[in-house]
Nanobody, 134 residues
Framework: QVHLVESGGGSVQAGGSLRLSCAAS??????????WAWFRQGPGKQRERVAS?????????????YYADSVKGRFTISRDNAKNTLYLVMNSLKPEDTALYYC????????????????????WGQGTQVTVSS
C-alpha cells in the first residue's frame, strides 16, 4: 500500500511558477520497476500523464523520464529519496495548464511492464488544484 498526499497547488498568473509536492508513505520497498508520475485533468478534458520516471533514482536521468510534449522544457519532475517526496516544478505556466494535478505511483510486487504505462499507476493522491489566469 502506497499513501500519497499532494500539496502546493494554487492560483498564479500566466508566466508564473509553482512547485507541487507529494509525500509518499506506507511501502517498504520499491517492488518491480516502481514508477512515479504527475497526472492532470483539466476542465472537460481526459486525465493525462504530464511527467513521470521509474526506478530508484531521483528523476534527473532523462533516460528514465517522460514528459508530455505540452510541458517539455517548462516542468521538471524530481524525487527527494531521503524525504520520500515527489516534486513537480512548473515554470512559465499557461492558462491551459489549469487542472487538478495528481501524483501517482506504480507499485507492483512481481512483473509487469517496464517502464510502467499510464494504466500501471495504481496508487493516487487526492489531487491539488492549479489555476493559471491570463
Amino acid at each position: 500500500q502506497v499513501h500519497l498526499v499532494e500539496s502546493g497547488g494554487g492560483s498564479v498568473q500566466a508566466g508564473g511558477s509553482l512547485r507541487l509536492s507529494c509525500a509518499a508513505s506506507g511501502y517498504a520497498d520499491s517492488g518491480f520497476c516502481m514508477g512515479w508520475a504527475w497526472f492532470r485533468q483539466g476542465p472537460g478534458k481526459q486525465r493525462e500523464r504530464v511527467a513521470s520516471f521509474y526506478g530508484d533514482g531521483d528523476g534527473s536521468d532523462a533516460a528514465y523520464a517522460y514528459y508530455a510534449d505540452s510541458v517539455k522544457g517548462r516542468f521538471t519532475i524530481s524525487r527527494d529519496n531521503a524525504k520520500n517526496t515527489l516534486y513537480l516544478v512548473m515554470n512559465s505556466l499557461k492558462p491551459e495548464d489549469t487542472a487538478l494535478y495528481y501524483c501517482a505511483a506504480a507499485w507492483r510486487r512481481f512483473g509487469g511492464t517496464c517502464p510502467p504505462t499510464s494504466s500501471d499507476y495504481n496508487y493516487w493522491g487526492q489531487g491539488t488544484q492549479v489555476t493559471v489566469s491570463s
